[in-house]
């Protein structure tokens, strides 16, 4: 009986102590930046939103400061809506912030081979240096240049045809200045394969199953989430697959065009690839894909700032007609005379960014800021629209306001690899290793586009068919997902004179013989 009693002392002590160990995960520990309070087990889970988590990141950075940190479970996370301390994380300390945490819904739809979700071992690297050196500067302005010009031109004369279709024609223009440098194939229409090419990985919108390993065992059939991913995975796989494919067969012809894949597939033939056909396949796609998609959305903002702010289009066109007046449109080599669009182009990237949270770093180490503890595999977000939208930083942050950027007038690559963070301009690039490798050529084709805009058209509000006045823009209507876009809306948008229609029917003509080589 006194066995008995023992044995039983035994495995209650073992049960109370399995259950305080138990009720210990999700607590923040005391030397961690501060943050909402945490439930046994869950942490702050049931306080991460399914959509808006970068709303939310606002409202805490005003409640517990603007390094904060929430609770997954077990997995801590800290949040940056601090200049400083971005720029003493992830720009100093490098080196150990980084990394990406590890993503399943990521695998799922990536296989693990994608730049911006894969870790910091030698395939980023390559990939990394791949990018890097096609989208430089001196291969912008020396080489691709003449897609970009082309390209934009071709952009301003569907837009005299079809000006309800402007939606579409962006996204076309973007994706074929994309696919044209990096499979030598231009989409001339929107609905053509290389004129087309991401909700499913929203912080908030998956369940925490890099929290919680056991959530992988849920069979798709159960798991909307899981399908999403892999359905999406597949359509990838597909898209870039057949890219590959179309490639492979114009190089079987004897057919070879100066492009990127050209280019390395002749490299690698020689000296061997340092990536398997699936990573290199991706990596192509990938190139398209952050061209594209990211650049897309960001011009669109620009039109809907537009037409929502005549006020910053009568300013600009000021500087445009004094520099080019209505017998040529402006181009890149007019950068220097045109500041203030390139204020319109920060403001637009700070006022909407597209990566709103952007992709998350993790920390390899142990590490701190400030005198406050950050763990090993922490995940590090720079919640990009919080700092954005913070009047202590950006006065009056919900208004669009180029004029807060008249002393910016560098690119921004220039103010992110500054050692004053306080002159930072926007984070909508990231920050540190991690930052958008393609931010050159994104900050040519934003700055082409949006002075060519405003060189050629008028925009403004629709008209309500019933009433007959201007009916309202809605700014807030974007999509939910880890890159934001607006959803569609209707703009007016008005040739500014016979002379500026005759200057884009003849630029047109000239644009249209240069392309012809990307068909």
């Not at 002590?13 to 995960?25: M, P, S, T």
């Not at 603007?66 to 800290?78: C, P, R, W």
């Not at 291969?139 to 301003?156: C, P, R």
């Amino acid at each position: 009986m006194a066995i008995s009693i023992y044995g039983l002392g035994i495995a209650a002590a073992v049960i109370l102590i399995g259950i305080y160990r138990l009720l210990q995960v999700g607590k923040r520990d005391k030397r961690m930046p501060p943050g909402p309070p945490t439930l046994p087990i869950l942490g702050n889970i049931h306080q991460i939103p399914t959509t808006g988590l970068f709303k939310q990141f606002r409202e805490w950075s005003k409640q517990y400061g603007s390094v904060f940190s929430l609770k997954l479970g077990s997995a801590n996370i800290v949040v940056l809506c601090d200049r400083k301390a971005i720029h003493k994380l992830l720009v100093e300390k490098g080196a150990n912030f980084s990394d990406r945490p590890e993503s399943y819904v990521g695998n799922l739809l990536t296989q693990g081979d994608h730049v911006a979700l894969q870790q910091m071992d030698t395939t980023w690297r390559e990939k990394r240096k791949v990018i890097s050196h096609t989208f430089s500067p001196k291969q912008l302005d020396e080489n691709h240049y003449k897609v970009q010009e082309a390209e934009s031109t071709v952009l301003m004369a569907n837009l005299l045809e079809t000006p309800e279709d402007f939606y579409d024609q962006i996204k076309r223009y973007t994706a074929s200045v994309a696919a044209s440098i990096t499979y030598g194939q231009r989409g001339a229409t929107p609905d053509n394969f290389w004129a087309k090419w991401t909700e499913a990985m929203e912080p908030g919108a998956n369940p925490p199953v890099d929290e919680f390993p056991f959530l992988k065992l849920i069979p798709a059939s159960m798991a909307a989430w899981k399908r999403r991913g892999i359905s999406a995975g597949k359509v990838m796989d597909g898209v870039w697959g057949n890219a590959r494919q179309i490639i492979n067969d114009r190089r079987a012809r004897g057919e070879r065009r100066n492009c990127i894949i050209d280019n390395l597939l002749d490299e690698y033939e020689k000296k061997g690839s340092p990536f398997t056909d699936h990573s290199f396949n991706n990596l192509m796609g990938e190139v398209v894909e952050g061209g594209a998609d990211t650049t897309a959305a960001q011009l669109l903002t620009l039109v809907l700032a537009f037409a929502a702010n005549p006020r910053v289009q009568e300013r600009a066109r000021q500087e445009i007609d004094a520099c080019c007046g209505s017998d040529r449109s402006p181009t890149w080599s007019d950068f220097a005379s045109l500041p203030y669009i390139n204020c319109i182009i920060k403001e637009g990237m700070r006022w909407r960014p597209v990566a709103v949270t952007a992709l998350p770093h993790r920390a390899r180490a142990d590490d701190e800021y400030d005198g406050m503890f950050i763990p090993k595999d922490t995940t590090i977000f720079i919640a990009t629209w919080a700092i954005h939208h913070l009047d202590s930083i950006y006065e009056d942050s919900e208004q669009f306001n180029p004029d807060r950027y008249l002393d910016h007038p560098k690119l921004a690559n220039d103010y992110a690899g500054t050692s004053d963070y306080l002159k930072r301009d926007h984070y909508n690039y990231g920050a540190g290793r991690r930052i958008c490798p393609g931010i050159h050529l994104a900050e040519r084709n934003m700055w082409r586009i949006a002075a060519k805009l405003l060189w050629a058209y008028e925009f403004s509000p629709p008209i309500n068919a019933v009433t007959g006045k201007e009916q309202p823009l809605d700014t807030e209507a974007y999509n939910p997902g880890i890159l934001q876009a607006p959803l569609p809306f209707n703009v007016r948008i008005k040739p500014r004179s016979k002379e500026h229609i005759a200057t884009i029917i003849k630029e047109r003509s000239e644009a249209d013989g240069f392309m012809e080589q990307y068909r």
